[in-house]
C-alpha cells in the first residue's frame, strides 16, 4: 500500500463495501456510502492508482474443483536460501499463501491439493530442497473460515 495514500472516512465506508461485495456497481457502492456515483468512481480509481485497491479477484470454492486437501508446511531455511524457497512457493501451482514469519518457523505456506498423494509430492520436494532445514505439514480437517477480510482502519 502507499503509505502518501490519504484515506479518510469515505474511502474506508467505499473499502468496506466493496469489500463486502466486490462485484458492486460504482452507483451501488456509492448508494451505501451516500457519496454520488462519480465521486466513489473517482475516489475508486484514485484508490488502485495510489495501490490501496490491488485488484480484483473472486472468491472460489476449490473442493468444487477437486481440492479436497490444504495443507499448512512451515519450514526452517537457510537464511541465504529464503529468497530461492519464497520464489519456489510462490510460484508452485499449489500454493494460495506463503508468509515470511518470525518464530520456530521461517516461512509458513498453505496449498491446496487434489489429493494426499499430490500434497506428499509437494512435501517431498519441500523437504529435500538444499535450503530446508526442516519442515512439518498439518492438514486442515475443516475449513472454518477462509478469505476473511478485517474492517479497514482510518490510517491515523
Known sequence: MDTDADIDETDRQLLDALVADG??????????????????TKRLRDLEDAGVIEGYQAEVDYAAFGYEVTAIFRLKVDGSGL????????????TIGVYEVTGDADVIAIGKFTSTDE??????????HENVRSASTSVVLDTVR????????TPE
Open 119 to 128: 500434497m506428499n509430492e509437494a512435501i517431498k520436494r519441500l523437504v529435500t
Open 146 to 153: 477462509e478469505y476473511g477480510h478485517p474492517p479497514i482502519l
Open 83 to 94: 529468497s530461492d524457497i519464497v520464489d519456489e512457493l510462490r510460484s508452485h501451482g499449489r
Open 23 to 40: 462485484r458492486a456497481s460504482a452507483r451501488e457502492l456509492a448508494t451505501e456510502t451516500g457519496v454520488a456515483t462519480g465521486t466513489a
